[in-house]
């Protein structure tokens, strides 16, 4: 770890994450159960991704007896289980937003009153059309990133788990947690098929997220001037200069 | 006010013996999902109790509730439920037709105000002031106010009263509206189908009758005894789903060994309602026992759903006809392949630079 590494960047507006470092060359960005839950809710979207499509659109006919198979039950098991850990640990998130360090809070809060911040997501765009030559330093995520994080993520999220757990109610049957919970989204979206089409959309969603986000993730390491894929995994933020702008 | 009969007095008279009386009420009992002991409080209720008054009204409909009404599986259903009720209004049903009927209706509403029961069948257009169902001369949305506005409770017969139906599929010309759209301010109990299952319709009956207490509605107001659990949760073919053994084909080897209809379009598994415990004519059949998967006629707008051999809903958006995962497909396919491009030209920008840069370097260190 870097001598001069600090828990929050000098000066600037409002939350920290948003400005641009000034001569740090590495700060400690996302905590280790921040980075932890990164990554268990990919694993998490990675099998709920699967095996939810296999469950819309199931595997060619097993052989055999049907008592010989359980196929997808097991799969539908998974399906559940992975909706457990991505529920729970979308909770242990939003409880982390409040204890971890500012950055944590950064995905829920989007600062859409400041005029600054607005020119700050001009800026990314311009910058992802090539037509800025030379990208700006970011100690947390980009503006840009922080729309997607909160759009994709924090509302991606809510979606999925509130039309998700209404359809597992209708197995669970009615009177069951998850039935007393969410069932009321089922008449309110008129009825199970629709929460089945808004449930699939919200897959796609999170899907055209993802595809997003590992290009723009890989994409940025190498042509931004900060660290990011090696941040998830450490922690830190690097950066590849010492420029103060 | 005359002395109505007892339920039991009817049955007498119309021939029906002790024995098979007391049949009916262990099969009411049963169908109901209520213990034995319930047999001698539905036998001793209909003993004792006056029978209910009942109006049944025709909107846009096309009978089949009535029907599947008359089919009720039991004799005693078959030859006594209109008896057991005290049916005073019915316009397919009754010998009175014109002012005749007319007058027994007035007749009933003001002789039983606030405690008959009045069963729709169908709805009610709206589009042109409900010009596009006249009942009697008068549009039928004024007669379903008219009798609503003294009625006990109200049971809304079918896909038509509960959900709107055909009628209010797209694009909905006559603006055809369930019953709850019109009448708001009295309990509704909705048996959804097209039509519902008879004894389903019987049962509901019979709940209110021996009870005098609606039956427990769900959420959506349907009755929680027949509509708690999806057409999927007992469906016999339900271990071949979880095997993950399908129809792919109606002519296939697994249609020939009753595989699970999911991938053939089947709802059952977003659909509510007993066909696959009471199943259809005397419990002989329902649709997927014969083969062919649920269309989901008990569940609201089933009609505007798309085809009843897909699994997903059909999405009319932009113009296209597609469901979620062709949309998805076809979005997320567009993100990768624009991904790709910006990739590219990514590269091709940062050799540029780098070529640039290195130039610059070598002039720097000359």
Redesign the interface.
């Known amino acids: 770890m870097s001598d001069n590494r600090k828990s929050d960047p000098p000066s600037g507006f409002g939350p920290t994450h948003g400005v641009q470092s000034s001569h740090v060359t590495s700060v400690y960005v996302y905590e280790a159960p921040l980075r932890l839950w990164h990554w268990t809710n990919a694993a998490a979207i990675v099998v709920l991704a699967i095996t939810g499509f296999l469950i819309g659109s199931p595997l060619p006919s097993q052989p055999g007896d049907p008592s010989s198979s359980f196929l997808m039950g097991y799969i539908r098991f998974a399906h559940f289980t992975a909706a457990y850990v991505f529920a729970i640990g979308f909770l242990f998130r939003i409880y982390w937003a409040f204890v971890g360090n500012s950055h944590a809070r950064q995905m829920f809060i989007v600062p859409v009153k400041s005029a600054a911040w607005w020119k700050e997501v001009l800026f990314e765009l311009r910058w992802y059309l090539f037509l800025e030559k030379r990208p700006k330093k970011y100690v947390g995520h980009n503006p840009l990133a922080q729309i997607a994080m909160f759009v994709f993520i924090v509302l991606g999220s809510i979606w999925m788990i509130f039309t998700g757990f209404a359809l597992y109610g209708e197995g669970e049957q009615a009177g069951s947690w998850a039935s007393r919970v969410f069932g009321w989204v089922i008449p309110l979206a008129g009825q199970s098929q629709d929460v089945h089409t808004l449930h699939h959309l919200g897959m796609w969603f999170i899907i055209a997220f993802i595809i997003i986000h590992v290009y723009v993730a890989i994409r940025e390491d190498i042509m931004s001037r900060q660290s990011l894929v090696s941040t998830m995994i450490s922690g830190e933020r690097t950066f590849k200069d010492d420029d103060p702008e | 006010m005359a002395q109505l009969e007892t339920f039991y007095d009817v049955m007498r008279r119309q021939g029906i013996s002790r024995r098979s009386f007391l049949k009916f009420c262990s099969l009411t009992a049963t169908a109901l999902g209520l213990g034995p002991l319930y047999t001698a409080r539905i036998a001793h209720a209909m003993e004792t109790k006056p029978r209910t008054p009942v109006i049944w009204l025709h909107g846009l409909e096309c009978t089949c509730c009535s029907e599947s009404f008359i089919r009720s599986a039991h004799p005693l259903v078959k030859d006594v439920v209109l008896s057991m009720i005290s049916l005073d209004y019915d316009d397919t049903l009754m010998a009175a037709a014109g002012h005749q009927a007319e007058a027994a209706l007035e007749d009933t509403i003001e002789k039983y105000k606030g405690q008959y029961i009045l069963a729709v069948e169908g709805n009610p257009p709206l589009n042109e002031d409900g010009m596009f169902c006249i009942i009697g001369g008068k549009p039928f949305v004024e007669q379903l106010k008219h009798a609503a506005q003294n009625a006990k409770a109200i049971i809304s017969w079918g896909s038509c009263a509960s959900h709107g139906c055909v009628q209010a599929a797209r694009p909905n010309p006559t603006r055809a509206v369930p019953v709850h759209k019109v009448i708001t301010d009295k309990p509704i109990i909705k048996v959804p189908g097209c039509p519902p299952i008879a004894e389903v319709m019987t049962g509901v009956i019979t709940y209110m009758l021996t009870f005098d207490r609606l039956p427990e509605l ?3 107001g349907r009755p ?1 005894m027949f509509y ?3 057409i999927h ?1 007992k469906c016999y073919r339900r ?8 129809v ?1 084909h109606f002519d296939d080897e ?1 249609a020939r060994r009753g ?1 699970c209809l ?2 053939m379009g089947c ?1 059952g ?4 309602n007993a066909c696959s415990t009471v199943q259809w004519n005397e419990g002989t059949s329902f649709p997927i026992k014969a083969g062919h998967g649920c269309i ?1 006629c008990s ?4 009609w505007d ?1 798309g085809s009843w051999y897909a ?3 059909d ?1 009319h958006a932009f113009g296209v006809e597609a ?3 062709k ?3 076809t ?2 396919g567009a ?2 392949a624009t ?1 790709a491009v ?2 590219a ?2 590269a091709l ?2 050799a540029q ?1 780098k070529s640039a840069s290195k130039s610059v370097q070598k002039m720097d260190t000359h």
């Not at chain 2, 271990?239 to 399908?246: I, R, T, V």
């Not at chain 2, 598994?269 to 509510?272: M, N």
Request: net charge positive; hydrophobic share 25%; aromatic share 12%.
């Open positions: 769900d959420r959506t929680k708690s659990q999806r949760d271990p071949h789903f979880d095997a993950g053994q399908f792919e697994g595989y999911y991938k709802k598994p977003t659909t509510y989901g569940e609201e707008g089933f759903k699994r997903l809903t999405i469901n979620a995962d949309i998805g497909g979005v997320a993100i990768g991904v910006h990739a030209i990514s920008k940062r630079t």
